[in-house]
């Protein structure tokens, strides 16, 4: 503050010179062009306070937004351990599929368990916007593909239809809305046609919920 009030009287002196000493006109205009220009340095020492406390505020609430506390070992290894169990058996059952050309490792899989074994209560973990959710924005991508066929079209479409169909049915779960394209997009699921509904999607998500149960449990009676 001190160097910008130095500033604004090196800025206000700076007029002096272009005074002359024996000039009534310009002794008489002395007063109004120190007068401007120290409204001008007020100026612009208010907006450099103003910003420096807005960034000051955003940096206040980026803090507030950080975790308070360490989570202790037990919210750490057993979701962790449950999901990697998830994951280990529907890549066993790829195994056991293979033949078929059918596969539960999807990528949306992935996102659902990191939505049910790390943020449980969370509104994406609910049963309801889940399964609804998964069913039907599968269907939407199978219509879509039928409709439109492979493109850019179809993906646009069948994303927009599921957003809308989770907002209205009150089931909003993200990892659905990957369904339709990754239907679209994968040439080994258009065999299943509607029964794409059920599977992958449906299906893995009915084995990560019984894991999520057991994962809870443990959560709640063995914490270390």
Not at 24 to 29: G, I, S
Not at 133 to 153: D, E, N, T, Y
Not at 169 to 179: C, D, E, K, V, Y
Request: aromatic share 10%; with cysteine.
């Amino acid at each position: 503050m001190a160097i910008q009030v130095r500033a604004m009287s090196f800025h206000c002196l700076s007029f002096l010179p272009r005074i002359k000493k024996n000039s009534k006109e310009n002794a008489a205009a002395l007063p109004t062009l120190l007068y401007i220009s120290s409204r001008r340095t007020i100026r612009s020492l208010v907006r450099s306070s103003t910003d420096s406390s807005s960034s000051s505020g955003r940096w206040e609430e980026f803090l507030k937004q950080l975790p308070t506390a360490i989570p202790c070992l037990s919210d750490v290894l057993w979701p962790s351990a449950g999901a990697f169990v998830a994951m280990a058996i529907l890549g066993r059952l790829d195994q056991l599929w293979a033949h078929r050309g059918l596969s539960f490792t999807i990528a949306p899989i992935g996102a659902v368990c990191a939505v049910l074994f790390a943020a449980p209560k969370s509104p994406a973990a609910q049963k309801y916007n889940m399964f609804v959710a998964q069913i039907g924005c599968a269907a939407i991508g199978v219509l879509a593909l039928s409709i439109f066929g492979p493109g850019w079209l179809a993906r646009a479409t069948a994303l927009a239809a599921s957003i809308a169909f989770m907002t209205v049915t009150g089931s909003i779960h993200p990892p659905a809305a990957s369904l339709p394209i990754l239907f679209i997009d994968g040439a080994k699921f258009h065999h299943l046609n509607l029964w794409y509904a059920l599977f992958p999607g449906a299906t893995g998500c009915l084995l990560i919920c019984l894991i999520q149960e057991v994962v809870t449990f443990l959560k709640s009676n063995y914490r270390f």
